[in-house]
């Protein structure tokens, strides 16, 4: 599905003491740069926000005057865009995935627009697809009849257009909006039924890769490694496979089947270590020496 993004990523933070929020890490990543993952499919995005260092490149933009408010930045940022579809998001979603994305991009219908509610019951604009034209129309005549965007809540175009709503996840439209929920998003991605999904998903995002990570299959290669050889050999052994199924892809392999196949290749070498020094600690002395 083709469309292009917006991440607001401007405003003031005065809850934050005015502290730089789309720059805040989680999980070792900046909330603006976890923000971009999401979307990462879109044809153009654009950041309306001061420029920084970002992990893909964007466009930028700012509303004026800076600081002009959401539907001000809003504005801006839908000037450069193309595409028929819209994807409006805040720069400081921690837990925003590509699935909640693709079901946003989905939802409009017949409607001219489909936003987050959240767990409580509360509508998230700024987590929302729209429809380019309606969202253009209902600009226009806020700007008309407001004489400026500056300073309009959200509320005040929302209310105009014909939106759906999509029940959110518990976590979907999680924001940071103070150093109370920064540290809860800092504390959740550390949980223990999700920190394994969540590190592999930072690590690909930082390494610039994109494969599927069977995470079963790898800890049973390291746990056989460190069993059957001794334990350094577990990471040593997942790193060689690595190695190895990259040279598979760059070779016109499957990276998924690449990196299955050579895991077999070593958990069976594994074994047959094991096998080998299990077969020598039953192994009598004498029949070692050759004496009978």
């Not at 865009?81 to 998001?89: D, F, H, K, N």
């Not at 729209?130 to 005040?156: K, N, V």
Request: charged share 25%; glycine share 10%; with cysteine.
């Amino acid at each position: 599905m083709s469309y292009d993004a917006i991440v607001l990523a401007g405003g003031a933070a005065r809850r934050l003491g005015g502290a730089d929020k789309p720059g805040l890490s989680v999980g070792g990543r900046a909330l603006l740069d976890r923000v971009l993952d999401a979307c990462a499919d879109a044809r153009t995005t654009v950041v309306v926000g001061g420029r920084r260092a970002t992990a893909r490149p964007v466009r930028w933009t700012r509303e004026e005057p800076p600081g002009g408010g959401p539907v001000a930045a809003l504005d801006a940022g839908l000037r450069p865009t193309t595409a028929e579809l819209v994807l409006v998001l805040s720069a400081d979603l921690p837990f925003l995935d590509a699935g909640t994305v693709r079901a946003l991009l989905e939802a409009p219908g017949g409607h001219e627009g489909a936003l987050l509610r959240d767990p409580d019951g509360r509508d998230q604009p700024l987590v929302a697809a729209y429809r380019a034209e309606p969202l253009r129309r209902e600009l226009a005549l806020l700007a008309a009849e407001h004489g400026s965007l500056t300073g309009l809540p959200l509320r005040t175009l929302t209310a105009e257009l014909d939106l759906t709503r999509l029940a959110a996840g518990p976590l979907a439209s999680f924001d940071c909006d103070t150093w109370d929920d920064l540290a809860a998003a800092r504390a959740r991605i550390r949980e223990h039924g999700t920190v394994l999904d969540q590190w592999i998903t930072a690590a690909k995002n930082e390494l610039g890769i994109d494969v599927t990570v069977d995470t079963k299959m790898l800890l049973d290669l390291a746990r056989d490694a460190a069993h059957g050889v001794a334990r350094p050999a577990a990471p040593l052994t997942t790193f060689l496979v690595g190695y190895a199924a990259a040279r598979a892809e760059a070779a016109g392999a499957d990276p998924a089947q690449a990196v299955a196949e050579a895991s077999r290749k070593a958990a069976d070498l594994a074994l047959r270590w094991a096998a080998e020094a299990q077969a020598a600690d039953t192994t009598p002395a004498s029949q070692e020496n050759g004496s009978g």
